[in-house]
């Protein structure tokens, strides 16, 4: 993958592995017990959703409403972060009953030097600019954002922060269209268009851009998906996916929340 805030990836062997909202089979998606195994299990990126609260931090949970994943109720949007983080991001499972919403921060913290970060935009809040500089301003102080690339299903979102930040790597994932566009470096389709059009990664190739089927349970295509090239693979269970891959993981984690 070569880009500039993609650099930590070069010397891994391809499809590099993208943790989807962590380990989410092992633990409750998008917390720290979850991203802390994928990172165990020998993950190349971890994927994690970016809302804002009201108070303007910005925070690791795919939906826009906190009800399927926490013990709370209502708008992600309408919450400050203290009282985000009085929540428990548990999505109902007894032994994680400690994991909250993470911060973008507390994520970028557990990254390894080898290991980038995939924010998928969940809000039109990135169609502002002056989000956008701040979400870069955010990954600078990090120390993460030559390793960091945002995606989305919005195209306005994306680019938004790549005219805030052109340093940033963009992508674009997609249900429908057959075809790469060309406005991104990754691209991300839904992973039956793969089959529809099989030359789809080859074209990409030949523009200089990455592709990364949307499949979030990719083991039984992993023998399409090498034979096509792709560059990276999505999945709920790294750990299963590494193995498959013939990957050791990077050390068990023998307990993946932090607080037992």
Not at 80 to 102: D, Q, T, V
Not at 112 to 123: F, G, H, Q, R, S
């Amino acid at each position: 993958m070569t880009n500039a805030t993609l650099t930590a990836l070069e010397n891994k062997p391809r499809p590099y592995v993208m943790a989807h909202r962590g380990n989410r089979v092992a633990c409750p998606e998008n917390t720290l017990a979850a991203f802390r195994r994928a990172l165990a299990d020998g993950a190349d990126l971890l994927e994690t959703d970016l809302h804002l609260s009201s108070d303007n931090h910005f925070v690791c949970i795919h939906d826009g409403t906190l009800d399927r994943t926490t013990n709370g109720t209502g708008e992600v949007a309408a919450k400050e972060l203290a009282e985000l983080k009085s929540l428990s991001a548990s999505y109902g499972r007894a032994e994680f009953i400690e994991e909250r919403i993470p911060t973008l921060s507390e994520v970028a913290a557990l990254l390894p030097p080898d290991v980038a970060l995939a924010l998928e935009l969940k809000t039109d809040r990135f169609l502002e600019t002056e989000v956008c500089h701040a979400l870069a301003r955010e990954l600078e102080q990090s120390g993460v954002r030559n390793r960091t690339l945002v995606i989305s299903f919005s195209l306005p979102r994306v680019l938004a922060v790549q005219a805030a930040a052109p340093d940033l790597a963009a992508g674009w994932i997609t249900l429908g269209r057959l075809r790469p566009i060309r406005q991104v470096r990754l691209l991300g389709p839904f992973w039956p268009i793969l089959f529809f059009n099989p030359v789809y990664v080859w074209a990409a190739h030949r523009r200089g851009q990455v592709v990364c089927p949307l499949d979030p349970t990719p083991d039984r295509r992993l023998w399409w998906y090498r034979a096509l090239r792709c560059d990276a693979v999505l999945t709920d269970n790294p750990e299963a996916t590494c193995r498959a891959l013939g990957r050791p993981a990077h050390g068990a984690a023998e307990n993946p929340s932090p607080q037992a």
